[in-house]
């Protein structure tokens, strides 16, 4: 079948909507559909491609925009409205599968002009603000405008509450366990020190700055390292807020894409302070990788991590807890080994070959043929 995924969030920036619609599309590429990603061109950022440019189509250009704790995008200028409907018309495709639907600008344009099938997936657990609340009925009726509503966990579908309405099915985000169970480590930190491992992106609602604070508080009874994977307009921030003392034992990478699973290989124990999310991706990659899990205990990581099996759920703003399950972690190596080795089997639920065929399931279900 040829697929149409219409996305404001793609490469060259980086997140778990990117990373989903990179993998799906490879994964259904494997097995024989056409997969066109339908972007916007994004200047503030460097050029990069993690696909061939003959699979991805760039509608307008996109600028970030700070909203819900982190950074999103938003496509701008004259005839984008325009040249989408060209490139639906042109492509024929058999189904358009809308990443966060109702966010624009290109997802609410593809719905407006979509003349077939159309599949949304929604990725965030949000807190509806005065402009959702204002725009509900138009909202509403875009999302009836889908044949298929689908959301990568409950979190996701309980933020709306009772504002919007739609027969939601969940399809949870996947990853790729064998590109993450073939990490190396990297020698350099390979020193004996416990490797506390951050993955994301440096804003707010990922909470890396309880992070530091609960690192600092270990640090002072255990030898360990934080290594910090991510960037962002924050990281000057996040770095100033390092205590002096310690600034030695914790490395900014920087962005880091391909070398990943060498980073959670290096990892000993993998943190997840974040505030709010909708799914843990990040902590499906270090259960693949083999890496016990502390995680704050929030809706959308309580669907992927059970407390005292992969790993452990923490309250979200008790420093002095985290502290201490780092230090647990340092302490007794034979927990996090059993962590890690149940994570394996959990992540196998979540391989990107099980949820594609899943998603390739659902469009089948509407009628759409190949």
């Known amino acids: 079948m040829r697929i149409g995924v ?11 909507i990117q990373e989903h619609v990179f993998h799906f599309s490879r994964e259904a590429r494997r097995l024989g559909h056409s997969v066109k990603v339908v972007t916007s061109e994004m200047p503030d950022l460097a050029e990069g491609e993690a696909e061939p440019a003959a699979d991805v189509i760039r509608v307008g250009a996109s600028a970030p925009l700070f909203y819900n704790g982190g950074f999103g995008r938003v496509t701008g200028g004259t005839g984008v409205g325009a040249a989408l409907r060209e490139v ?13 639907p109702l966010t624009p ?34 909202l509403q009726r875009y999302l009836d405008r889908l044949d298929a509503a689908v959301a990568v966990s409950n ?4 933020a709306f509450g009772d504002a919007l309405h739609a027969d939601f099915r969940i399809i949870p985000n996947g990853v790729d366990v064998r590109r993450f169970a073939r990490g190396r480590r990297i020698r350099r930190y390979d020193d004996g020190k416990l490797n506390v491992l951050f993955v994301g992106r440096l804003e707010p609602r990922n909470g890396l700055d309880r992070l530091i604070e609960a690192f600092h508080r270990a640090w002072k009874q255990i030898d360990a390292r934080l290594i910090v994977l991510g960037d962002g307009p924050l990281m000057p921030r996040y770095r100033a807020s390092v205590p002096s003392e310690m600034a030695e034992d914790v490395v900014f ?28 991706v990040t902590l499906l990659e270090a259960m693949s990788a083999g890496k016990p899990v502390l995680a704050a205990d929030i809706d959308g990581f309580r669907e992927v991590l ?64 190949g």
């Open 105 to 138: 600008v290109l997802p609410l344009l593809a719905i407006h002009h979509a003349t077939g099938p159309v599949v949304g997936t929604f990725h965030t657990n949000f807190q509806p603000g005065l402009l959702f609340r204002l725009m509900r009925r138009a």
């Open 306 to 369: 059970q407390h005292g099996r992969e790993g452990e759920l923490l309250p979200g703003d008790d420093p002095a807890a985290w502290a201490r399950a780092l230090v647990r972690m340092a302490r007794e190596p034979l927990r996090g080994t059993t962590y890690g080795e149940r994570g394996r089997l959990t992540a196998q639920r979540y391989d990107w070959a099980v949820v594609t065929r899943e998603i390739l399931g659902l469009y089948r279900s509407i009628g759409v043929r």
């Open 155 to 158: 979190a996701c579908v309980s």
């Open 6 to 16: 219409v996305t404001e969030y793609y490469y060259p920036s980086v997140g778990g």
């Open 88 to 100: 639906l018309a042109r492509e024929r495709f058999d189904v358009v599968h809308v990443h966060a």
């Open 253 to 280: 990478t920087g962005r880091v894409l391909d070398e990943r699973p060498d980073w959670y290989a290096t990892a000993d124990v993998y943190c997840a302070p974040a505030r709010i999310a909708s799914f843990g």
